[in-house]
């Protein structure tokens, strides 16, 4: 199998790319600079600018391509890019993939669990609504909206719901890390708040369930099948790591001070999802407690 991939370098693309080339898969990865051999090839997504030849043949495509959402404090300008990252980088991808002649049979396209806006208690799957928000509505709906394109030209696309991805390589995990291991890890606001996160192992093991399954398309949540609140998370982390944890929260408006807007719909509140298409389909998780998540990664 040939498959040609976006965000090859990030913490799931490169996680991907290894499971992909050990199973026997040919990667060729979009990159922005000069290609620097024939597992590479050049794309602009914002000019437009795709290499039609390395999508041509391709028997996959997986986007993954787009800002950090939590890498720094939001700014006006880092939102923009939070938009235009996504929104760019999937019309130029769909509209190219729609225009070749021998068509990938599935365009796998990264999204975000931020689609669900603050769902409280609620339990929700992919049945449910758009919610509120500058993630849900302005970064993950028009992001999902740009695939159009590949699906209207007969193309299987599926769009990736990712929630809070655990690894000790990277991601918000990483970035804890530190504190957690000093024993100053505490809950965040009201410790309410759901994480619904997934280990980096079944993350890629769920993709590639995907790709082999031609009868899932649209959305699908990428999550464990058992969310926990924050103060659930800090206490399993500390356990974790024999560490003892703060009794006492950080105070919402610390972190308002410190992260600004992201404070308010990345970290106080929270999404409670259940990744009901992959259950549905027979997937087995490797990690469905986090506890054992924790215990595999770190």
Known sequence: MKVTMTGSSGLLGSALVRALRDDGARVVRLVRRVPRGDDEA????????????????????????????????????????????????TRTLAAAL????????????????GFYGDTGD???????PAG????AREVVVPWEAETAPAEEAGIRVVRLRTGLVLSGRGGMLARILPIFKVGLGAPLGSGRQYWSWISVDDWVLSVQHILKNPEMSGPVNLTAPEPVTNAEFTKALGAALNRPTMPLPVPGFVLRTALGEFAEEGVLTGQRVLPRRLLDSGHAFRHTRLDEALAAVL
């Open 122 to 128: 609620v339990a929700v799957d992919e049945t449910a």
């Open 132 to 135: 509120e928000g500058f993630l």
């Open 42 to 89: 050049f794309w602009n997504p914002a000019k437009g600018v795709v290499d039609q030849a390395a999508l041509e043949g391709s028997e996959a495509v997986i986007h993954l391509a787009g800002a950090g959402i939590g890498d720094r404090r939001w700014s006006e300008g880092h939102k923009r890019e939070l938009v235009d990252s996504r929104v760019e980088g």
């Open 98 to 113: 729609a225009g070749l002649t021998a068509k990938p049979s599935v365009l796998l396209s990264g999204s975000a669990i």
